[in-house]
């Protein structure tokens, strides 16, 4: 089961990347080469405890869809979401926030596991792993992007 962590230093406050990162909007944005769609459950605004979102989008050219609930929410320091139904065997995503010297450090903890057995695990080592590393830096710099700038007025 392949592990992602990710360090990410935004110059901004705690709480406004806390909700960057919460933020169905900006979700969108950082997907829009997938054309990720919200379609059921929380579909903008800031998801929460306990609440769902349905994904659409195309990966690997197929449309796959992707339901994920946040199991986690303590305000500006984490939370973390799983999925609950989608192409993966498991799926859980934990956001962790620290506050230091005027930077956020957002850190991302993903695991998945692939179905298929042997043959997931193969297409993890050939591309998965790498594919969801740089699913994450995406996400992460438009957070970064928006949290440092006041583009972010656009979306809270």
Not at 64 to 71: A, Y
């Amino acid at each position: 089961m392949p592990t992602i962590v990710l360090f990410t230093k935004i110059k901004a406050a705690k709480k406004l990347v806390f909700d960057l990162s919460r933020s169905i909007d900006l979700h969108k944005i950082s997907t829009e080469s997938t054309n990720e769609k919200a379609i059921a459950g929380k579909t903008e605004g800031l998801i929460n405890l306990n609440e769902t979102v349905t994904w659409r989008a195309k990966y690997l050219g197929v449309y796959q869809n992707f339901t994920s609930k946040v199991t986690g929410c303590r305000d500006s320091d984490y939370f973390a979401d799983i999925m609950l139904s989608g192409a993966f065997k498991s799926f859980k995503h934990e956001h962790f926030f620290s506050f230091k010297n005027n930077i956020t450090t957002l850190v991302d903890v993903m695991e998945y596991h692939s179905p298929l057995g042997f043959i997931g695990k193969f297409v993890d080592f050939l591309f998965l792993e790498k594919y969801m590393t740089n699913f994450l830096k995406l996400r992460n710099k438009t957070i970064k992007e928006y949290a440092e700038s006041d583009k972010w007025r656009e979306i809270l």
